[in-house]
Every structure is written in C-alpha cells, then in structure tokens.
C-alpha cells in the first residue's frame, strides 16, 4: 500500500489546484482520477472571467465576449454589449490538463484510470481503495471528485440542496453569428428552473441547457437547437449536473471537499470554475496548516469551512436569492421584466457593472434604475439593496 501526506480524489480544476499547492509545499501528494485522460469527457462550456484566466495562468483562450442577448419565452432579445470583453472561452480539456500537468511538475503523484471506491477515514488514517487496483494510505483525504463526490460520502457530509442536471452539444458555428455575444434562452417551456445557452468558441457554438430534476433536458436541448439553429449536426453531446448551494460542512475527520462538490458554484450561473479554484488556495492553506501542526480531527479542520463561507458566503447568500426569485417568475415575469430592463441607462448600467463572478452586485444599480422590478418580490429585493 502506498503512503502520502495528502491524497486528493478527482482531477478537475479544483483538485489539481489544491495538489501542485500542496506539492510545491513540499507535501508528499497523490492525485487520483479515474479517467485514463485528464479533462475529458468535456460536459462544461468553458465561459470564464479575466480574473479566472489569471488565476490559470497560461491557459488558451478560444474567443472573448463582451455581451449577452437574452431572449425572453416570446419576443424580441435584450441586447448588452460592453466596451470591453467581459469573459473569455477557454478550451476546458487542455485547461485541466494542463493544471493536472503542473501539479506533476510540482511532485504530485498522477494515478490515472483509478477511482476511489471505498474510503474509509478513521483517527489515525485515511484509507482509498481504487479500482481497478491500488490503495492509498494518507494522512489526509480532499474531495475534489465533483457532484457525486464519493469522499463526501465516506465523511458523512450532506450534497448541496439541489443538484440540476444539464445538457451540452456543438455545433458548427453558423456564418452570421455575433461571435461577441453569449446568448441566454429563459423560460419555463425552455429550461425551467435555470436557463439554456449558446456560447461561441472559436469554430463551434456550446449549445446547452440545466433546468429542474425531473425536466427532459435533452427534449429541451433538441427542441431549441431545431428552433434557434435549424438542422445544425451535433458535433459532440454531454451530460453533467450544475449543484446549487454550499454543502453545510466542507470539512470532516482527516478530510476536506473543494470544488463542485463542496459547491463552491455560482449558483445564478452554474460556473464553478473560478470559485473552484479560489477555495482551492484556501483548502491546501488549511490543509497545509492542519498537515503541519498534526490537527486533523474534525473540529481542527472546521476553519475551512468558515474561511470559504467568508471568502464566497456573502456572494453565494445574495445570488441564492436572486435564484429563488428567478424560478418564481413566469414567462410573462420574465417577458416584463426583460422588458423593465431595456431602457438605455439600465441597459449602460448592467454593461458596466456586470460581472460573472459576481452578479449580485447588479442588484444595486438595476434596482435604483429599474424601481418596477420590485414588484417580483419587495421584500426578497430589498434585501439586496
Ligand atoms: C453543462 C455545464 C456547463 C458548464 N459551464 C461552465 C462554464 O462555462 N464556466 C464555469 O466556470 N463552469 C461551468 N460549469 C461548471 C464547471 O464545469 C464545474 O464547476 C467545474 O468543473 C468543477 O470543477 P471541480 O474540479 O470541482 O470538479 P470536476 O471538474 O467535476 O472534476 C472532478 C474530477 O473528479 C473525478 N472523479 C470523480 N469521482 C471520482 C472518483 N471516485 N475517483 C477518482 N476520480 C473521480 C472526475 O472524473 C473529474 O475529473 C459547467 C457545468 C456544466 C454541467
């Protein structure tokens, strides 16, 4: 059996982050996934932030966008175009590959085509059982391994309250699009319970959509590439799953979570990337403090938890609002309140202060410019003001 310091379950951007951190602290790490190849299969539309890109360092970059048409159930869009590119479209397999790349380089031991399958955490260790073989003995578990995390499980751990299935296809980008601008499909007949999208990348459009368990999403998906985009052949079709909200704890006896499976996800938005890789950096300090002065129990780990609610909290409480609101809205809400959203000075406030890490901060000056929206819930949008 092998031994480690840390032994850190799923390759995706938040847990290849937290292993090189810990590797170049001179831990000794393995980093464990269970496909043969790092970052596939893609099931993620690779919209990013400037501040995201910096956070990943030399990543590559497909397009930049710098504004959104977002179509109410019927009539026309409501276009918003910035002065400058508001996010980036990366190429998410060779992004995860490249963040597995550097934690190897850093000294993080790559175990790839194993997946944890039995994990078992006591006072002393913590046990990974892998299939088809291999056996890790670690003196501390982080569960990057997304929404059906399997160290959340051996921890004891709730998942996040809702886990929304989603759906994603390609297809060739058609002639005339705007590659500058994402456009965003709204409505209960369209996606109901989140929204459906289309992103452009370099020589493909990401077509895709999230809506409330229980939903046909690939119906959906199919209904509105045949509306929105004709005969278009899908160059490639996936399946993921968006969670919405933080899990209560992301800390447990010799074991911690980041990433999706913690929710560290925006949940207006489903983006997980940049918040992923945030509470990273706080989940290999904490695990770097607790390696080091041998504080692993529970309750020596429980400063994880609080570090990222203080980091991410405040932005995840106000959006979980907005998010409660939005799904209470019907077509003819959203028809009006897209509708509310058109004026000029609105349309130049939101270019201006939109931000996708951080969309609650739009509430302010949408509200002061756009009073009528109050009237979807005064009491749920005044505690946003
Ligand atoms: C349709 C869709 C579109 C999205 N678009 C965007 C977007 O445009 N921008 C954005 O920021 N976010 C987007 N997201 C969200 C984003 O993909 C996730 O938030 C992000 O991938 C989370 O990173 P992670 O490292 O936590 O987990 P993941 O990327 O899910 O990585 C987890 C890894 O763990 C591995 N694993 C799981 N279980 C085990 C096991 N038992 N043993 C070994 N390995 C295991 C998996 O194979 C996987 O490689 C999208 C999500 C979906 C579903």
């Not at 869009?77 to 002065?83: C, Q, T």
């Not at 992923?276 to 290999?284: F, K, R, S």
């Not at 309750?299 to 909290?313: S, V």
Request: aromatic residues 4%.
């Amino acid at each position: 059996m092998k031994r480690c310091d840390v032994a850190v379950v799923g390759a995706g951007p938040a847990g290849s982050r937290v292993a090189r951190l810990l590797a170049e602290r001179g831990f000794r790490v393995a980093l464990i996934e269970e496909h043969s190849e790092v970052g596939r299969p893609v099931h993620c539309t690779g919209l990013v932030s400037a501040r995201t890109l910096s956070l990943l360092g030399r990543v590559q970059m497909l397009n930049k966008v710098s504004g959104v048409r977002a179509f109410p159930p019927e009539g026309k869009p409501l276009e918003i175009v910035a002065h400058e590119p508001k996010a980036a479209i990366i190429d998410r397999a060779a992004c995860d590959a490249m963040l597995a790349q550097e934690a190897v380089e850093k000294g993080a031991e790559m175990m790839l085509g194993k997946k944890a399958t039995e994990i078992t955490i006591n006072e002393s260790r913590a046990r990974i059982k892998c299939h088809p073989e291999g056996e890790l003995d670690a003196r501390l578990v982080i569960g990057a391994d997304g929404i059906s995390s399997a160290v959340r499980r051996a921890m004891g751990a709730a998942p996040p309250a809702e886990l929304l299935p989603a759906v994603t296809a390609e297809i060739p980008i058609p002639v005339e699009w705007r590659r500058d601008l994402v456009d965003i499909y709204v409505g209960r007949k369209v996606a109901p319970g989140f929204f459906a999208w289309a992103v452009p990348a370099d020589k493909v459009l990401r077509v895709g959509l999230a809506s409330n368990p229980g939903t046909q999403q690939l119906a959906l998906l199919e209904r509105l590439i045949k509306k929105r985009f004709g005969d278009a052949p899908r160059l490639s079709l996936n399946a993921g799953a968006i969670p919405i909200g933080l899990t209560e704890r992301a800390h447990g006896l010799r074991s911690l979570l980041v990433g999706d499976a913690a929710g560290h996800v925006k949940p207006l938005s489903g983006g997980g990337i940049y918040l992923g890789l945030t509470c990273a950096g706080l989940c290999a300090d904490a695990a770097e403090r607790a390696l080091n002065s041998d504080k692993l129990s529970e309750k020596g780990l429980a400063g994880y938890t609080r570090a990222c609610k203080r980091e991410i909290g405040k932005e995840l409480s106000r959006s979980l609002k907005m998010r409660k609101l939005f799904v209470s809205l019907t077509d003819e809400d959203m028809r009006v309140a897209l509708d509310l959203l058109r004026p000029a000075d609105v349309v130049a406030a939101v270019a201006l202060h939109g931000d996708i890490d951080f969309p609650s901060r739009l509430a302010k000056p949408v509200l002061h410019r756009a009073p009528g929206l109050m009237r979807f819930s005064p009491k749920l949008l005044k505690a946003l003001l």
